[in-house]
T-cell receptor
Framework: DAKTTQPNSMESNEEEPVHLPCNHS???????IHWYRQLPSQGPEYVIH???SNVNNRMASLAIAEDRKSSTLILHRATLRDAAVYYC???????????FGPGTSLSVIP | NAGVTQTPKFRILKIGQSMTLQCTQD?????MYWYRQDPGMGLKLIYY???????DKGEVPNGYNVSRSTTEDFPLRLELAAPSQTSVYFC??????????????FGPGTRLTVT
């Protein structure tokens, strides 16, 4: 099963960019890279996903390494509302192998 | 759209009791999922459904049952509750365009305590 590795926690100052790394060295060619985040006491919410090329949306940017063995979620200007657990997960072809790891807990310092 | 709704928000069960966690989505999504999240951990998939009448096991199905009689509803049944089932339960849905290739929408969760 392809798994992801993320730092347990990170800190950022408010209004500064944040780069959240994710390693997925055993990724297969058809695996999508997804990022979700979970605010305190809420269900996860989708942030962004991609396959090979870098992706941008209104929430964040996703930078994918050329060999696809790692990716980085970029929050361009962190706000207090961005304090959450961020999950990097891989899209699989069968659901019994979906792996939602512990994620990275991001703290934003005012 | 209300999105994905779950009831109840909180519940305390005694060991051996049964209950049904309700999940409804109004986005006409074919795919629906049940996850559990233990304190400080990520989510684990319990069951999923690819459409009305079709369900399949996820990573941790033991002690749970599901049914999918309509596109909108995907209830999760706990029979003979055990303390190990103390967790937060999330329901989610997505469009049926390839497994996990598209955004999943999550409900607010049900916090269950079994004592």
């Amino acid at each position: 099963d392809a798994k992801t590795t993320q730092p347990n926690s990170m800190e950022s100052n408010e209004e500064e960019p944040v780069h959240l790394p994710c390693n997925h060295s055993t990724i297969s060619g058809t695996d999508y890279i997804h990022w979700y985040r979970q605010l305190p006491s809420q269900g996860p919410e989708y942030v962004i996903h991609g396959l090979t090329s870098n992706v941008n949306n209104r929430m964040a940017s996703l930078a994918i390494a050329e060999d696809r063995k790692s990716s980085t979620l970029i929050l361009h200007r962190a706000t207090l509302r961005d304090a959450a657990v961020y999950y990097c997960i891989l899209g699989r072809t069968s659901y019994d192998k979906v792996i939602f790891g512990p994620g990275t807990s991001l703290s934003v310092i005012p | 759209n209300a999105g994905v709704t779950q009831t109840p928000k909180f519940r305390i069960l005694k060991i051996g009791q049964s209950m049904t966690l309700q999940c409804t989505q109004d986005m006409n999504h074919n795919y629906m999922y049940w996850y559990r999240q233990d304190p400080g951990m990520g989510l684990k998939l319990i069951y999923y459904s690819v459409g009305a009448g079709i369900t399949d096991k996820g990573e941790v199905p033991n002690g749970y049952n599901v049914s999918r009689s309509t596109t909108e509803d995907f209830p999760l049944r706990l029979e003979l509750a055990a303390p190990s089932q103390t967790s937060v339960y999330f329901c989610a849905s997505s469009v049926a365009m390839g497994l996990f290739s598209y955004e999943q929408y999550f409900g607010p969760g049900t916090r269950l305590t079994v004592t």
